[in-house]
């Protein structure tokens, strides 16, 4: 498989991934603005995931534009963290339905680390099949910032059930830290 193969497969699936996610969000009955408030837990877990895997496509995006090569073990854990990323639509709306209940909050946040497990494997398996000295290696350094929301996303998975609140400021800080696309790939790669 080529890379252009695998990156417009992933495009499709998180696009289809998006569009199950506003399906989810049911109409509400009433024609006043009010009608809209008991829907306000609904929107705001749909903003959150759309945010995350808007930002899980966009570093995707970058990670495999410096990859020249992909092979077996990149298809296997890009489909790895494609499978996680499938998940945001149910727990997305279990998480807004149920008013951010500790339970749906805590498993939110196991789908996000998995997800991002899932992210930090393909960029493991994409350097192994470019190289140590590829330019997504140089890239992708030592990943700060991908170590740090493994922790937050863990601590948040814990916190969920003392205060989802701040299980879910966590989130929300998680998804601040990486709205700034990833630049150590656009600073490698110049085409």
Not at 58 to 80: E, F, I, S, T
Not at 148 to 173: C, D, H, K, R, W
Not at 179 to 188: A, G, K, M, S
Request: hydrophobic share 55%; charged share 15%.
């Amino acid at each position: 498989m080529t890379k252009g193969r695998l990156e417009a497969f992933s495009d499709g699936v998180i696009a289809i991934i998006i569009t199950i996610m506003v399906l989810e969000m049911k109409v509400p009955h009433g024609e006043t603005l009010s009608a809209l408030l008991p829907l306000a837990p609904v929107f705001l877990s749909y903003v959150l995931s759309f945010v995350n895997i808007g930002i899980f496509w966009n570093n995707h995006h970058h990670m495999l534009h410096a990859a020249k090569r992909v092979d077996g073990r990149v298809l296997w854990a890009n489909l790895y963290f494609l499978f996680w990323l499938s998940l945001m639509p149910f727990v997305t709306g279990w998480m807004g339905e149920n008013h951010f209940a500790p339970v749906p909050v805590a498993v939110y946040g196991v789908v996000q680390l998995m997800s991002a497990i899932g992210y930090t494997i393909l960029a493991a398996t994409l350097i192994a099949a470019n190289g140590e000295d590829s330019q997504i290696a140089q890239a992708l350094g030592h990943d700060f910032k991908g170590k740090l929301s493994l922790a937050a996303y863990l601590a948040a998975i814990v916190v969920a059930y003392f205060s989802s609140t701040v299980s879910m400021v966590l989130y929300f800080a998680v998804a601040i830290v990486w709205l700034v696309p990833d630049r150590r790939i656009e600073r490698i790669v110049k085409d």
